[in-house]
């Protein structure tokens, strides 16, 4: 036995009939069904590409780094030894490792260095890959990625910002952004009295000779030590968008006192605080009075990482309990033989399967803009998914705990973590009913929305008929009047993810996979708890594509 190895002859006893440590993990060549997704939805660049990140997040550095940053969040330091304010967030030093992972490899910047050639297919394929590192850190490269579009309605901030914003330097010093060899970007939109509502925000913006000043508070500034933060504050226009510096323009600390840090539920390696304007310097982003509308350019990308996230997650989740199952014995025989877990794995794995292939589906919507199916796309997949995929997180990482039992409950697994966070991606950039409501205006404002799913979905119909019955009732449920709608929206948004993703596995993923995806979720015997398989599913199939 090395000398690095666990003992495994205690005083009392001998360790058996337990998993063997982990080690090395390549997320990428294990992961087949993310495989097949790129080849199809991306150009062959980004799978070469990738290739060494799926190393990197799956070798035990970086998983031990993940640990490491959940353990020791970060600190608030107000004050400096003599008085002066500081106003900082103090991280540990694996929080900066995994932000050099991303970003000095250009992760938060490929969608837009490679626009239209495949750069939003290789920023999800590469957040789903990156979340299983650790999620909390990927929300400062979310918001560094999604703030482009924002920028880009001003040429003037675009052409001083976006160089640095683009930059594979992850640069945590607090400096003026024009010494830093790269920048991050956050955001600050709600308020104690709002919260969702961000129309009702009460921060003040007042016209200056070079540019304006903020006075108010925001609940929820996110990835607080980032260089520039874009904001909603109310002017005699009406609501407006803003860029706030860390520093301002003569190089001194602008005006933005951090209250607190919240102590979340999950997501610890991340900071989150309670901010205030007192009289920050500002410049004005987009059209005056149209914040919201200015703003929703950067919702808009972050709803797809937020779609993203919790099928990351989920497959983590999955692949600790599939080595799990596989190497523990319960009654004569390895959990993996047992006829009930065969048929809880298998039910995660189609669950992963479904919605990487949506994920991946609707990068490739971005990606295409310039055409007007994609372009109609773009304006509802995103919503679809992250309600979708973030209402089925919670109950899956429950039950890949139940699979692990007792040591699945208890910090020294990943799935204490990922439970913790399971709920954020779905409170974060619109809860569950406020995506729904969009959904609604989507649908009532621009029908070719409406008509761009249909195509989708009409391309796997008469393959199945369980789907068949589904699109059937999709269209009834359409046909019903606006005022109808909404109590029913809820239902609307599940049935038309899950039609959705049944279409996409009808095309491509084997039959296997795509039958039974559809009698488990659109069929008579469709059920709320994971594992409720048709008793005759193919689950060797199923379970043969998860990888080790």
Same mark, same amino acid.
């Given at each position: 036995?090395?000398?690095?190895?666990?003992?495994?002859?205690?005083?009392?006893?001998?360790?058996?009939?337990?998993?063997?440590?982990?080690?090395?993990?390549?997320?990428?060549?294990?992961?087949?069904?993310?495989?097949?997704?790129?080849?199809?939805?991306?150009?062959?660049?980004?799978?070469?590409?990738?290739?060494?990140?799926?190393?990197?997040?799956?070798?035990?550095?970086?998983?031990?780094?993940?640990?490491?940053?959940?353990?020791?969040?970060?600190?608030?330091?107000?004050?400096?030894?003599?008085?002066?304010?500081?106003?900082?967030?103090?991280?540990?030093?694996?929080?900066?490792?995994?932000?050099?992972?991303?970003?000095?490899?250009?992760?938060?910047?490929?969608?837009?260095?490679?626009?239209?050639?495949?750069?939003?297919?290789?920023?999800?394929?590469?957040?789903?890959?990156?979340?299983?590192?650790?999620?909390?850190?990927?929300?400062?490269?979310?918001?560094?990625?999604?703030?482009?579009?924002?920028?880009?309605?001003?040429?003037?901030?675009?052409?001083?910002?976006?160089?640095?914003?683009?930059?594979?330097?992850?640069?945590?010093?607090?400096?003026?952004?024009?010494?830093?060899?790269?920048?991050?970007?956050?955001?600050?939109?709600?308020?104690?009295?709002?919260?969702?509502?961000?129309?009702?925000?009460?921060?003040?913006?007042?016209?200056?000779?070079?540019?304006?000043?903020?006075?108010?508070?925001?609940?929820?500034?996110?990835?607080?030590?980032?260089?520039?933060?874009?904001?909603?504050?109310?002017?005699?226009?009406?609501?407006?968008?803003?860029?706030?510096?860390?520093?301002?323009?003569?190089?001194?600390?602008n005006a933005i006192e951090l209250q607190r840090l919240k102590e979340k539920c999950g997501n610890r390696a991340n900071a989150s605080a309670e901010i205030e304007y007192r009289g920050a310097?500002?410049?004005?982003?987009?059209?005056?009075?149209?914040?919201?509308?200015?703003?929703?350019?950067?919702?808009?990308?972050?709803?797809?990482?937020?779609?993203?996230?919790?099928?990351?997650?989920?497959?983590?989740?999955?692949?600790?309990?599939?080595?799990?199952?596989?190497?523990?014995?319960?009654?004569?025989?390895?959990l993996a033989e047992q006829p009930l877990m065969r048929q809880v794995i298998a039910d995660l794995a189609l669950e992963v399967e479904a919605g990487l292939a949506l994920v991946m589906r609707?990068?490739?919507?971005?990606?295409?803009?310039?055409?007007?199916?994609?372009?109609?796309?773009?304006?509802?997949?995103?919503?679809?998914?992250?309600?979708?995929?973030?209402?089925?997180?919670?109950?899956?990482?429950?039950?890949?705990?139940?699979?692990?039992?007792?040591?699945?409950?208890? &910090?020294?697994?990943?799935?204490?973590?990922?439970?913790?966070?399971?709920?954020?991606?779905?409170?974060?950039?619109?809860?569950?009913?406020?995506?729904?409501?969009?959904?609604?205006?989507?649908?009532?404002?621009?029908?070719?929305?409406?008509?761009?799913?249909?195509?989708?979905?009409?391309?796997?119909?008469?393959?199945?008929?369980?789907?068949?019955?589904?699109?059937?009732?999709?269209?009834?449920?359409?046909?019903?009047?606006?005022?109808?709608?909404?109590?029913?929206?809820?239902?609307?948004?599940?049935?038309?993810?899950?039609?959705?993703?049944?279409?996409?596995?009808?095309?491509?993923?084997?039959?296997?996979?795509?039958?039974?995806?559809?009698?488990?979720?659109?069929?008579? &015997?469709?059920?709320?708890?994971?594992?409720?398989?048709?008793?005759?599913?193919?689950?060797?199939?199923?379970?043969?594509?998860?990888?080790?």
């Amino acid at each position: 036995m090395s000398d690095h190895a666990p003992r495994t002859r205690l005083a009392t006893h001998e360790v058996t009939n337990q998993p063997a440590p982990g080690g090395d993990r390549d997320l990428l060549a294990t992961d087949l069904p993310l495989r097949e997704a790129l080849g199809r939805e991306a150009p062959d660049w980004v799978a070469r590409r990738l290739a060494a990140l799926g190393r990197e997040t799956g070798s035990a550095r970086v998983q031990a780094l993940g640990e490491a940053a959940n353990r020791h969040p970060p600190e608030l330091r107000l004050f400096d030894r003599h008085g002066r304010r500081l106003d900082e967030v103090l991280y540990h030093p694996a929080y900066h490792e995994l932000m050099h992972l991303a970003i000095d490899h250009g992760w938060h910047a490929v969608a837009w260095q490679e626009e239209g050639r495949g750069g939003h297919q290789a920023h999800v394929a590469a957040l789903y890959l990156l979340t299983q590192a650790e999620p909390g850190f990927c929300c400062p490269i979310t918001m560094t990625h999604a703030a482009m579009p924002v920028l880009r309605q001003s040429s003037r901030l675009e052409a001083r910002w976006a160089t640095g914003l683009l930059a594979w330097d992850y640069d945590p010093r607090p400096l003026p952004a024009a010494d830093k060899s790269g920048l991050t970007f956050g955001m600050a939109m709600t308020e104690k009295q709002g919260g969702s509502d961000v129309r009702s925000n009460a921060t003040r913006a007042e016209p200056g000779e070079d540019g304006w000043w903020l006075t108010g508070h925001k609940w929820f500034c996110s990835a607080p030590m980032s260089d520039a933060f874009l904001t909603l504050a109310r002017s005699d226009e009406g609501l407006s968008c803003f860029l706030v510096p860390r520093f301002t323009p003569d190089g001194e600390r602008n005006a933005i006192e951090l209250q607190r840090l919240k102590e979340k539920c999950g997501n610890r390696a991340n900071a989150s605080a309670e901010i205030e304007y007192r009289g920050a310097w500002a410049e004005a982003v987009g059209e005056p009075g149209r914040g919201v509308a200015t703003i929703l350019a950067m919702v808009q990308q972050t709803r797809l990482d937020a779609a993203t996230a919790p099928v990351g997650m989920m497959r983590q989740a999955l692949g600790e309990a599939w080595r799990h199952v596989r190497e523990r014995h319960a009654f004569g025989r390895a959990l993996a033989e047992q006829p009930l877990m065969r048929q809880v794995i298998a039910d995660l794995a189609l669950e992963v399967e479904a919605g990487l292939a949506l994920v991946m589906r609707t990068a490739r919507a971005f990606d295409g803009m310039d055409q007007e199916h994609e372009r109609a796309l773009a304006r509802v997949l995103p919503a679809l998914a992250k309600y979708w995929h973030n209402k089925r997180g919670p109950g899956f990482m429950a039950e890949a705990m139940e699979c692990l039992g007792g040591i699945g409950y208890v &910090e020294e697994t990943p799935l204490a973590r990922l439970y913790r966070e399971a709920p954020v991606n779905s409170i974060w950039e619109g809860s569950g009913n406020v995506i729904c409501l969009d959904l609604l205006r989507v649908f009532s404002r621009h029908p070719e929305a409406v008509a761009a799913l249909r195509m989708e979905l009409a391309q796997a119909h008469g393959q199945q008929d369980d789907f068949d019955r589904a699109l059937a009732g999709l269209e009834r449920e359409l046909a019903r009047p606006a005022e109808e709608l909404e109590p029913r929206a809820r239902w609307l948004a599940q049935r038309l993810a899950q039609c959705l993703q049944a279409a996409l596995l009808l095309r491509h993923a084997p039959p296997e996979v795509a039958t039974t995806f559809c009698r488990a979720r659109l069929g008579d &015997e469709a059920g709320p708890a994971y594992g409720v398989l048709p008793s005759d599913a193919p689950l060797a199939a199923i379970l043969e594509r998860i990888g080790s």
